[in-house]
């Protein structure tokens, strides 16, 4: 051979995937600027001044046009989720994964399947399947996130672990199965994040781990989106992602558990106080950290753990209406008579209030935890449980007292 290299004047197509994964690692990891600098000048040789780019693809998660990475750029045309061009061709339609699951002599698991992998809305085409979670189902024959333990989640993680108590609150009515009703930017930019709730919905849905339930627009207003979680695999992985935030942090919150259910007050002070020193910090880890922020951020991100440790044996709510207020959480068990199969005893409902420490009323946290329990008393949070026909006697009352890292527990 000559050793000259052949050509064939031909300019280029570009396929880029996942243009955005970069900067979502460089987010969480605190080097978001840097990359979107470096990107810039990377994808504006790529894509705009490059002489031999015929045409290119990209994918990604976010929209391009304001995060300037892409400024100027001529003949561009963007495709969201929202969008009906090319909706039936981002994943697999019902039709094809009931016809394969037929074809493998599964078709009597078509209710199982959609409830694990259907969800998935695109434009007006509704009933979208993740296409690597249907293939690894065909293959294994069983049911796992397949789709979700492919990605790290870091993003995600962070948005509700660091994010404000209304985030949180949020994520306690999703994964009830509640339905959240909110405004959708498309147009996300990262450093939004840190202050926009709707930039955060936003970003989970172009992410899909939230589907489209319903979409409203009022004769003067924005449209209103109504968000679930997208299926019964991304709820798994919230749950595990949400069970790790205090399993990776402290052995103690098992420990913490059994006390709250057996009552044990001296226990649940020693636990709560080590798993809350070491969580604070990895709940306030936001842009400014504050330490009058970190009671009510925690305190969120604990019912979470508890709604996902619980969520078997208690029907687990948090800041509803009860008698004359809101209670802050109320776990109320699902066989409060016991199981005479398991032979278990009957289980008593709990209501928890959180108060922070206020010096100007209260010279000690056993001050601030007599004020949590005479709220629970003269509000009568215990109404929707008595209405019920629960036992006065069968419910347990208890005050969490926080002053700065430190907490009491009383009852």
Aim: net charge negative; aromatic share 14%; with cysteine.
């Amino acid at each position: 051979m000559s050793g000259r290299r052949k050509g064939y004047a031909k300019k280029v197509i570009l396929l880029l995937d996942e243009y955005d994964t970069p900067m979502q690692e460089a987010y969480v990891h605190g080097y978001w600027r840097e990359v979107v600098e470096f990107l810039r000048s990377l994808f504006n040789a790529s894509f705009k001044t490059n002489p031999y780019l015929e045409r290119a693809i990209m994918t990604g998660i976010t929209r391009v046009s304001k995060e300037s990475i892409f400024s100027d750029l001529n003949n561009l045309e963007v495709v969201t989720a929202t969008s009906d061009l090319y909706a039936d061709s981002f994943g697999f339609t019902e039709q094809e994964v009931f016809a394969a699951l037929d074809e493998y002599g599964m078709g009597d698991r078509q209710e199982e399947v959609k409830n694990w992998y259907d969800g998935f809305t695109f434009g007006r085409q509704r009933d979208i399947y993740n296409p690597w979670s249907i293939l690894n189902y065909l293959k294994n024959g069983g049911f796992a996130a397949y789709w979700a333990n492919t990605s790290s989640n870091s993003l995600v993680g962070k948005l509700i672990r660091e994010g404000s108590p209304d985030i949180k609150m949020t994520m306690e009515l999703l994964l009830g199965d509640g339905i959240l009703y909110t405004e959708i930017d498309e147009q996300i930019v990262f450093d939004q994040l840190d202050y926009s709730q709707s930039a955060v919905w936003s970003l989970l849905l172009a992410s899909g781990y939230l589907r489209v339930e319903s979409c409203e627009r009022p004769p003067y207003g924005s449209w209103k989106y109504g968000l679930k979680l997208t299926n019964r695999e991304v709820k798994l992985m919230f749950e595990r992602m949400i069970d790790g935030w205090f399993r990776d942090y402290t052995p103690h919150y098992n420990t913490f558990i059994k006390a709250l259910l057996l009552g044990d007050l001296d226990a649940m002070n020693l636990y709560m106080n080590r798993v809350a020193l070491a969580t604070f910090s990895s709940f306030d880890a936001g842009v400014k950290p504050s330490e009058e922020a970190e009671p009510e951020r925690f305190y969120h991100g604990f019912v979470l753990g508890l709604m996902v440790d619980l969520a078997d044996r208690y029907s687990i709510t948090s800041n509803r209406e009860s008698g004359f207020g809101r209670y802050d959480v109320l776990l109320e068990p699902r066989n409060p008579a016991g199981d005479a199969v398991s032979n278990t005893c009957g289980r008593d409902a709990i209501i928890i209030e959180f108060k922070v420490n206020n010096p100007r009323k209260e010279k000690s946290l056993e001050d601030t935890v007599q004020a949590a329990l005479q709220q629970i008393e003269e509000k009568g949070y215990d109404a929707a449980l008595l209405e019920k026909g629960f036992p006065a006697e069968r419910i347990q009352k208890y005050g969490f007292a926080f002053r700065g890292k430190q907490v009491l527990i009383g009852g």
